[in-house]
Nanobody, 115 residues
Framework: QVQLVESGGGLVQPGGSLTLSCTAS????????MLWYRRLPGKEREMVAS????????YFGDSVKGRFTISRDNAKRTVYLQMNNLNREDTGVYYC????????WGQGIQVTVSS
């Protein structure tokens, strides 16, 4: 059974940083690309970043480029999203996604950027 468990969200002030983690089980993590999505208030879920099995990152959306970094640790079966210089427009629910079979989603984790 595939499970993706996100952690590391919470409340942060504008300009602050958070690192999200997503720990996977139930599939061969090292052989799977991984992705982070987010759903901002009132908007559709959008892709934020992806990482290949060779740890090659890709970022989607000019708003996150240069501020977000995706990485992975295969020994820990975990993919990370380091988010720096956060602003209020980054507030939303963040999801990790494993494109295995029909695709698997984590439960989502809230990130709130507010003073």
């Amino acid at each position: 059974q595939v499970q993706l468990v996100e952690s590391g969200g919470g409340l942060v002030q504008p300009g602050g940083s958070l690192t999200l983690s997503c720990t996977a089980s139930g599939f061969t993590f090292s052989q799977s690309g991984m992705l982070w999505y987010r759903r901002l208030p009132g908007k559709e879920r959008e892709m934020v970043a992806s990482i290949t099995i060779r740890s090659e990152p890709q970022y989607f959306g000019d708003s996150v480029k240069g501020r977000f970094t995706i990485s992975r640790d295969n020994a820990k079966r975990t993919v990370y999203l380091q988010m720096n210089n956060l602003n209020r427009e980054d507030t939303g629910v963040y999801y990790c996604y494993a494109p295995r079979g029909g695709g698997y989603w984590g439960q989502g984790i809230q990130v709130t950027v507010s003073s």
